[in-house]
């Protein structure tokens, strides 16, 4: 998948012209608290997360992280992706918005569009979503979603033990 467009939102693969916003976005408070700290310092780690985290994937796996921006003037807010970490069975939903753009309904619309193509086109029947206990507006997105609790996990290199929840897809 290229590109992605709902009412209000494009998602796309990121590009090495994205390094801006990625160093932006993964240097916020809420990433570095809820998410982790990347080590991103300047544009040049930007430009080297974007390849080896971003487009890796994109050619290994056939998805992964997309930029969300603004389908009126294509301003860059955040990113939403399906990720598959070595250590879970199912790939993982993650989703993450620059302060402004909070509780406008965004990180919904992108999330939904993402799953909606996944579910369509890519065979996955279980998909995964983590965050952080104290990460209240992700759980509820979460749920929103129809994701469910199921358990909690910890990821290798990470500090943080993160609340796992499951989204099935029911055959018809």
Same mark, same amino acid.
């Given at each position: 998948?290229?590109?992605?467009?709902?009412?209000?939102?494009?998602?796309?693969?990121?590009?090495?012209?994205?390094?801006?916003?990625?160093?932006?976005?993964?240097?916020?408070?809420?990433?570095?608290?809820?998410?982790?700290?990347?080590?991103?310092?300047?544009?040049?780690?930007?430009?080297?997360?974007?390849?080896?985290?971003?487009?890796?994937?994109?050619?290994?796996?056939?998805? %992964?992280?997309?930029?969300?921006?603004?389908?009126?003037?294509?301003?860059?807010?955040?990113?939403? %992706?399906?990720?598959?970490?070595?250590?879970?069975?199912?790939?993982?939903?993650?989703?993450?918005?620059?302060?402004?753009?909070?509780?406008?309904?965004?990180?919904?619309?992108?999330?939904?569009?993402?799953?909606?193509?996944?579910?369509?086109?890519? %065979?996955?029947?279980?998909?995964?979503?983590?965050?952080?206990?104290?990460?209240?507006?992700?759980?509820?997105?979460?749920?929103?979603? %129809?994701?469910?609790?199921?358990?909690?996990?910890?990821?290798?290199?990470?500090?943080?033990?993160?609340?796992?929840?499951?989204?099935?897809?029911?055959?018809?």
């Amino acid at each position: 998948m290229e590109e992605l467009r709902t009412a209000r939102l494009v998602l796309r693969q990121f590009s090495i012209g994205d390094a801006p916003f990625i160093l932006e976005l993964l240097n916020s408070p809420d990433w570095l608290a809820h998410i982790g700290d990347r080590n991103l310092r300047s544009l040049h780690d930007a430009r080297k997360y974007i390849r080896e985290k971003f487009h890796a994937v994109h050619e290994d796996k056939g998805v %992964g992280a997309y930029l969300i921006q603004l389908a009126e003037n294509k301003k860059s807010i955040g990113t939403v %992706g399906l990720f598959k970490r070595p250590t879970l069975d199912h790939p993982d939903l993650g989703f993450a918005l620059l302060p402004d753009y909070y509780r406008k309904g965004y990180a919904l619309e992108a999330s939904q569009a993402l799953m909606a193509e996944i579910i369509s086109n890519y %065979g996955i029947e279980t998909i995964y979503g983590l965050t952080t206990a104290e990460n209240a507006s992700s759980k509820a997105l979460l749920t929103r979603l %129809g994701f469910l609790q199921t358990d909690t996990v910890r990821l290798p290199d990470e500090d943080k033990e993160f609340l796992l929840f499951s989204y099935s897809i029911k055959a018809d």
